[in-house]
Structure formats: structure tokens, C-alpha cells
């Protein structure tokens, strides 16, 4: 009775933990206003690849033409936010945000002013819209140790990185309403406006205006001269990888079983994984290093994938799926962590960044090599991939971390 009793308080225990550390994170003057606003104008990061592909099919634009226009905006935000992050960092959040939200919100409109016909301004739009996408990631992470007692800034990490996942499941989400009501166009300008009113209404934080990055040495580098922060980015576009490979493999498992709608429930599961994980881990303070808890929780997450790398039974791949998804966002937070210390004084914002642009690159190789494996070895070819993928972001950390640990000991490094 007494074991038993224990099980079943264990649970509630959790969840009082949850909502305490949560409850205490909240109750900071500033937290809701500026993560309520950041998760609005980052929602034109869920809903522009989505929108841009549906407008130019409207248009009457082929799909070879749709493929390689969505894939410039992905491109172009990847190549942008880690040059906006460093502007920041020189000129401070307030003047960066508000010309990269305008210069991506004009973008959206001049494409939503475009013809079948008109290739060329397509295009153009197209990339500035991506490129100009206000970093407003970047600097939320940027300003927690400024707004919040230093107890609480690993929750706020977790939190962040648990929150991400809702700018991917909403943002689609918006665009479809968005479409229904107004068409293609109304999609476009739906999104354009979103962005621009969460970055506005960011901006008119306190923390936001006083923000200013810490005197910096000139260097092309930047907070890349860091070789912990390098590590730390070649561990996360692993991570980055496993998701691109699920992505694409689930698509084909779904499309080979004659039940097309299982692929959206499976991510969709994977990431409600990741909310979980999230949420749980940042509601305590964990013993170890964070170099530690990012070396065990890239091991969880490898580990994780491994079920599915026997593309099982739809029975079993949604249960699979959800326990993938639960390392995810815990690995992001310690790693958020890691990136906060080492980057270089006055880099912070570009080091932030460079996870995102480092992530979304990881996540696009990934989907590349996703499609090769499937070509040329089916479904089992590529599920088999998320774990070796996943294993050789844990290889970084462990190198990594020997590394590190022999240079601070005097040893030779290997």
C-alpha cells in the first residue's frame, strides 16, 4: 500500500513542482508581456514557408518554381538573423527590430501585389521578407539574465524552447484560417502583420528599450572565435538533422501505409513530446554542469529515436513518437545555457541567432539526406538515420567536453 501510494503521489508531486517553479517565473513583472509579444511576431517564422507556397501555387506558378521560391525564404532568414543579431548587438534591440519588422512585412505585402508573371519580383519579396525576419529569438534570450534572478533563467531557457514548438503547430494553423477567410493574399498580409504588431508591441517593453550588449572586441569572428560556442552549434545541427529526417520519413511511412493525415499526427505528437520534456525539465534545478546535462540529454534524445529507426507499427510510432520528442526542448535550454556563457562580451545576440540559423540549417540537411535514404534504401534506410544522427551530436559533446576537461587540467588536448 505504502509503494503504491507513493506511485500515485509521485505524479502530483511533478506537476506541483511544474506549477510552482512556473508560477514563480510568471509573477516576474516582465515575463508575460514579452513572451506573449515574442511568440506573436515569431509566428511569421511558422506561417511564411506555408503562405509564400500557397499564394504562388494561386498564382499559377509551377511546383519546381514553388519549391525553389519557399526553400529562398528559409534561406534567406537563416542567412539574415545571425547578421541582424550582431547589428543588435552593436546598435541595440530597438532600431534593429523595428526596421528588420518593416523591411519583413513590406516583403510580404510586395509579394502579395505579384503576378503569375513576375518571377523576378517574386523572388525579390521573397527574400526580403526571410531576410529582414526580425530576430526577436535571439533577443528574448538575450535580455532573460537582465530581467529575471539568476534562479530562474534556465526555466525561462526551457520554457522558450518548449514555446518554440507552438510557433510551428500554430503558425500553420494560422495561415489555413487566414486562407479560408481571405484567400492567398489575405494569408500573406495575415502574416506580414502578425510579425510586425508582436515585434511593435515587444518594442515597447522597458527591458527592450534599455537593453544594451556589453563593450565588444573587433572581431570578424565574433562570438564564433568561441570554441565552446562552436561545439555547442556543431552539437545542435545534429539535433537540427533528427528533425529534418523525421519529417521527410514520416511523410513516406505514412504515403507507403494509404493514411496521409498519420504523418501530421506523428509530428504533431512529437512535438506535444517536446512541450513535456520542456515544461518538466525546466520546473527544477538539475545537479551537474550544463555541459554535463547537454552531453546526457543529446545521449536521451539519440536514444530516443531508436524504437522508431524499426519503423514500427502505426500502433506503436505514435507512443514512439512522443518519447522521441521529449529530450528535444531540455537539450535546447542546457544548450541555451552553454551559448549565454560562452559567448564573447557584447556577442550575445548573434550567438543566440547562430543557434537558429545552425538548427535550421541542421534540420534542411536532414530532410536532404532524409530523401537520398528513402530513394535509395525505403523508410527503414532513413529511420535508421535519426539515432546515428543523434549519436553523432553526443560524439561532439563527449569530444568536447574531454577537450575542454584536459585544457583546463594542463593536459594536451587530443
Same mark, same amino acid.
Given at each position: %500500500?505504502?509503494?503504491?501510494?507513493?506511485?500515485?503521489?509521485?505524479?502530483?508531486?511533478?506537476?506541483? /513542482?511544474?506549477?510552482?517553479?512556473?508560477?514563480?517565473?510568471?509573477?516576474?513583472?516582465?515575463?508575460?508581456?514579452?513572451?506573449?509579444?515574442?511568440?506573436?511576431?515569431?509566428?511569421?517564422?511558422? %506561417?511564411?514557408?506555408?503562405?509564400?507556397?500557397?499564394?504562388?501555387?494561386?498564382?499559377?506558378?509551377?511546383? &519546381?518554381?514553388?519549391?525553389? =521560391?519557399?526553400?529562398?525564404?528559409?534561406?534567406?532568414?537563416?542567412?539574415?538573423?545571425?547578421?541582424? &543579431?550582431?547589428?543588435? @548587438?552593436?546598435?541595440?534591440?530597438?532600431?534593429?527590430?523595428?526596421?528588420?519588422?518593416?523591411?519583413?512585412?513590406?516583403?510580404?505585402?510586395?509579394?502579395?501585389?505579384?503576378?503569375?508573371? /513576375?518571377?523576378?519580383?517574386?523572388?525579390?519579396?521573397?527574400?526580403?521578407?526571410?531576410?529582414?525576419?526580425?530576430?526577436?529569438?535571439?533577443?528574448?534570450?538575450?535580455?532573460? !539574465?537582465?530581467? =529575471?534572478?539568476?534562479?530562474?533563467?534556465?526555466?525561462?531557457?526551457?520554457? @522558450?524552447?518548449? =514555446?518554440?514548438?507552438?510557433?510551428?503547430?500554430?503558425?500553420?494553423?494560422?495561415?489555413?484560417?487566414?486562407?479560408?477567410?481571405?484567400? !492567398?493574399?489575405?494569408?500573406?498580409?495575415?502574416?506580414?502583420?502578425?510579425?510586425?504588431?508582436?515585434?511593435?508591441?515587444?518594442?515597447?517593453?522597458?527591458?527592450?528599450?534599455?537593453?544594451?550588449?556589453?563593450?565588444?572586441?573587433?572581431? $570578424?569572428?565574433?562570438?564564433?572565435?568561441?570554441?565552446?560556442?562552436?561545439?555547442?552549434?556543431?552539437?545542435?545541427?545534429?539535433?537540427?538533422?533528427?528533425?529534418?529526417?523525421?519529417?521527410?520519413?514520416?511523410?513516406?511511412?505514412?504515403?507507403?501505409?494509404?493514411?496521409?493525415?498519420?504523418?501530421?499526427?506523428?509530428?504533431?505528437?512529437?512535438?506535444?513530446?517536446?512541450?513535456?520534456?520542456?515544461?518538466?525539465?525546466?520546473?527544477?534545478?538539475?545537479?551537474?554542469?550544463?555541459?554535463?546535462?547537454?552531453?546526457?540529454? %543529446? =545521449?536521451?534524445?539519440?536514444?530516443?529515436?531508436?524504437?522508431?529507426?524499426?519503423?514500427?507499427?502505426?500502433?506503436?510510432?505514435?507512443?514512439?513518437?512522443?518519447?522521441?520528442?521529449? !529530450?528535444?526542448?531540455?537539450?535546447?535550454?542546457?544548450?541555451?545555457?552553454?551559448?549565454?556563457?560562452?559567448?564573447?562580451?557584447?556577442?550575445?545576440? /548573434?550567438?543566440?541567432? $547562430?543557434?537558429?540559423?545552425?538548427? %535550421?540549417?541542421?534540420?534542411?540537411?536532414?530532410?536532404?539526406?532524409?530523401?537520398?535514404?528513402?530513394?535509395?534504401?525505403?523508410?527503414?534506410?532513413?529511420?535508421?538515420?535519426?539515432?546515428?544522427? &543523434?549519436?553523432?551530436?553526443?560524439?561532439?559533446?563527449?569530444?568536447?567536453?574531454?577537450?575542454?576537461?584536459?585544457? /583546463?587540467?594542463?593536459?594536451?588536448?587530443?
Amino acid at each position: %500500500m505504502l509503494g503504491g501510494r507513493a506511485v500515485r503521489n509521485c505524479p502530483e508531486w511533478t506537476l506541483g /513542482e511544474i506549477v510552482r517553479t512556473y508560477g514563480a517565473l510568471f509573477r516576474q513583472r516582465r515575463v508575460t508581456p514579452l513572451l506573449c509579444s515574442n511568440i506573436v511576431g515569431r509566428l511569421p517564422e511558422g %506561417m511564411g514557408p506555408l503562405v509564400v507556397a500557397l499564394f504562388l501555387r494561386a498564382q499559377g506558378f509551377e511546383y &519546381g518554381a514553388v519549391g525553389v =521560391l519557399a526553400a529562398l525564404y528559409g534561406i534567406a532568414a537563416a542567412v539574415g538573423t545571425p547578421v541582424l &543579431g550582431r547589428c543588435v @548587438d552593436l546598435y541595440g534591440q530597438v532600431r534593429v527590430l523595428a526596421v528588420a519588422a518593416l523591411g519583413s512585412t513590406a516583403g510580404f505585402l510586395s509579394l502579395a501585389g505579384t503576378s503569375g508573371d /513576375e518571377v523576378l519580383r517574386a523572388g525579390v519579396s521573397i527574400v526580403l521578407a526571410g531576410l529582414c525576419t526580425p530576430p526577436l529569438e535571439p533577443c528574448l534570450r538575450s535580455l532573460w !539574465p537582465d530581467v =529575471l534572478p539568476r534562479r530562474l533563467v534556465q526555466t525561462a531557457y526551457a520554457l @522558450d524552447a518548449t =514555446l518554440q514548438e507552438l510557433v510551428f503547430i500554430a503558425g500553420p494553423l494560422a495561415v489555413v484560417l487566414a486562407v479560408q477567410w481571405s484567400g !492567398p493574399v489575405g494569408g500573406l498580409v495575415a502574416t506580414g502583420a502578425l510579425g510586425l504588431l508582436g515585434t511593435a508591441v515587444f518594442l515597447t517593453s522597458p527591458p527592450v528599450r534599455r537593453w544594451r550588449a556589453e563593450p565588444r572586441e573587433a572581431d $570578424w569572428a565574433g562570438p564564433l572565435r568561441s570554441a565552446k560556442l562552436r561545439t555547442v552549434l556543431l552539437s545542435l545541427l545534429f539535433a537540427g538533422g533528427t528533425i529534418g529526417i523525421l519529417n521527410i520519413s514520416v511523410i513516406a511511412y505514412a504515403e507507403a501505409r494509404g493514411a496521409a493525415a498519420l504523418s501530421g499526427i506523428v509530428l504533431g505528437l512529437n512535438a506535444g513530446g517536446a512541450l513535456i520534456g520542456g515544461l518538466v525539465y525546466g520546473s527544477r534545478s538539475r545537479p551537474g554542469s550544463a555541459e554535463r546535462q547537454l552531453r546526457v540529454l %543529446m =545521449l536521451a534524445l539519440a536514444a530516443g529515436y531508436v524504437p522508431l529507426a524499426f519503423a514500427p507499427s502505426p500502433v506503436l510510432l505514435v507512443p514512439f513518437a512522443v518519447l522521441a520528442g521529449v !529530450p528535444l526542448a531540455p537539450a535546447l535550454a542546457a544548450a541555451f545555457v552553454l551559448v549565454g556563457r560562452s559567448a564573447p562580451a557584447g556577442t550575445s545576440t /548573434e550567438a543566440f541567432a $547562430w543557434v537558429v540559423t545552425i538548427f %535550421m540549417t541542421g534540420n534542411a540537411l536532414g530532410s536532404t539526406a532524409a530523401g537520398f535514404l528513402l530513394e535509395h534504401g525505403g523508410p527503414a534506410a532513413a529511420f535508421a538515420a535519426m539515432p546515428v544522427c &543523434g549519436l553523432l551530436g553526443f560524439g561532439v559533446r563527449v569530444f568536447a567536453d574531454r577537450r575542454e576537461g584536459a585544457v /583546463e587540467s594542463g593536459e594536451p588536448a587530443a
